[in-house]
């Protein structure tokens, strides 16, 4: 056959040998842009004398709060990714297009703490009751040297708090020491303890601003976005157009499908006070809403489906029960059940590509960043071919890998197993010749890493099944670590893993 982008002959495989365009996804009506130049697969984030005991507990308590500053409060640095390690040569194809990060609620650093004078508060502090002074001075220690709080430890300074409710010092020391916990907890990313130590912080300190940003930011990463937006609301009524309260709400919105309330919200912060995160986020969500401008919408409790109106009535119905039952399907393959309601956008031909960017021969776009699936339907009956059919299966299982690994797959992973739940297998898509080529590191640009990732795929569930995969997400997820999960699922790193699969491919097929 002739290749219908280049011009090609002889190109009777899934792609084009000449430029790598992948014939199942080639959309003839658009002519393909270029392809972005290869790169490198990215890695795969007391009883007292009052006066006394509120000096003491008001240095220790602001003490703690600033020594807590480089235990919570601080900026995490990035972890460094896996390496690839040896193995045929894939070069991925670019996004569709730049993905933004999820907005992060990390506070500024505060200063640095200033030295607590222990002497000096030990001095004023000889009327106190042994047990409360030890109490109060060892949890100050414990936070200014960045040691593990323990459940002992949060239960101490419940007790300063409940015989001192009405001192600050006791309060700021509360404050701080769930905090810390709350960290720890987070930074292991168990952000079902982190958030039920700093709701229960919450409820002790009503007045609490930090506590509540800190539950903003778990609540955000474990994508948990309706009781994001719950806390997003509270930290704006103790501090109307914080910065972090103001994102974190219109963030938790998109993830609800609710765009246009989103862009209400932040349209009218903005006019109060201006933050560049702020203005880039309501760039996004206009610049989305656009594109989806008159469209008809069809809820369902698992899915918000928008397309063009009556034109595309019955397509978008029959893609809507095309997707529940690929749901109920994924569900069991994975199983596992996404969380939140997953909005479905049905474009013309021509709208599609506006709206996404993507490259002609993609047939469907999953976004990271608002949790939608974009699909161009322009020609469809209600009679989907089995590209189409494809496609929704593909995409879907995105939006299912990306929940259940919280976002921490790497690309490879991301596309063999959605490829995988597709259907398609190394085998039936290539001939002897090709798995050569393939093994050989020959085949490179889009065809290159999408075949690459696939085989990668069925390399892992050969050695672990379906059930491995699966293993696999959830490891991701909870430990926010390529290299952790891979070797707590399969025995070894990432590296070391697609080491193996390369050796494999070449044993069984390279020349």
């Known amino acids: 056959m002739h290749c219908p982008r280049c011009g090609q002959t002889g190109a009777d495989g899934p792609s084009c040998p000449r430029c790598g365009v992948v014939f199942a996804k080639l959309r003839p009506d658009r002519a393909a842009p270029g392809l972005p130049p290869a790169r490198e697969l990215p890695p795969p984030e007391p009883r007292r004398p009052a006066a006394r005991l509120s000096l003491i507990l008001a240095g220790l308590g602001l003490a ?74 060892g949890l100050v220690s414990m936070l200014q040297a960045g040691r593990p709080v323990a459940p002992a430890d949060v239960q101490a300074a419940q007790g300063l708090f409940a015989r001192h409710a009405g001192e600050r010092g006791a309060r700021n020391l509360l404050e701080g020491v769930f905090l810390a916990a709350a960290a720890q907890s987070r930074g292991r990313r168990d952000y079902t303890t982190a958030a039920g130590d700093l709701r229960r912080a919450a409820g002790l300190l009503p007045e609490s601003t930090p506590v509540r940003r800190n539950l903003l930011t778990v609540l955000l990463e474990a994508g948990d976005w309706g009781p994001a937006e719950a806390t997003a609301r509270e930290v704006l009524a103790l501090s109307p157009d914080d910065p972090d309260g103001v994102r974190g709400l219109g963030y938790a919105l998109i993830r609800q499908d609710r765009s246009r309330e989103a862009a209400e919200f932040l349209r009218a912060s903005l006019e109060r006070r201006d933050d560049p995160g702020a203005r880039a986020l309501l760039a996004q969500i206009q610049a989305g809403l656009r594109t989806e401008k008159g469209m008809t919408e069809q809820r369902l409790a698992y899915f918000n489906v928008r397309y063009d109106g009556e034109a595309h009535e019955d397509v978008g119905r029959e893609i809507l029960r095309q997707l529940e039952r690929h749901r109920v399907t994924l569900i069991q393959a994975f199983d596992f059940e996404p969380r939140a309601t997953i909005p479905v956008i049905l474009f013309s031909q021509q ?72 259907g398609k297998r190394l085998a039936s ?57 891979f070797r707590k699922v399969y025995g070894r790193g990432y590296g070391q893993v697609r080491n193996d699969w390369a050796n494999r491919l070449r044993r069984d097929y390279g020349s």
């Open 64 to 137: 703690a709060v600033a020594a807590l500053a480089f235990v919570v409060l601080r900026p995490r640095p990035p972890r460094a990714g896996p390496s690839q390690g040896p193995g045929p040569t894939l070069e991925p194809a670019g996004p569709a297009r730049p993905i933004a990060a999820v907005p992060r609620m990390e506070m500024p650093a505060p200063a640095p703490a200033t030295p607590l004078p222990i002497q000096e508060l030990r001095a004023a502090s000889e009327e106190l009751p042994d047990a409360d002074r030890r109490a109060a001075e």
């Open 351 to 422: 709208g599609y590509y506006d709206a996404t960017g993507a490259p002609a021969w993609a047939g469907g776009h999953y976004d990271n960043f608002d949790g939608r699936i974009r699909v161009p339907i322009g020609g469809l009956t209600t009679a989907l071919t089995p590209e189409m059919d494809g496609t929704l299966v593909h995409e879907l299982a995105h939006a299912f890998i990306a929940d259940r690994s919280r976002g921490v797959a790497p690309r490879d992973v991301h596309e063999g197993v959605a490829q995988f739940m597709e």
């Open 429 to 485: 898509l290539l001939g002897r010749d090709q798995l050569t080529a393939l093994a050989d590191g020959r085949i490179r640009g889009v065809m290159g890493f999408y075949l690459g990732a696939l085989s990668f795929v069925e390399f892992l569930v050969a050695e672990r099944g379906q059930g491995g995969i699966n293993d696999l997400l959830q490891a991701l997820g909870d430990t926010g670590d390529v290299e952790s999960a």
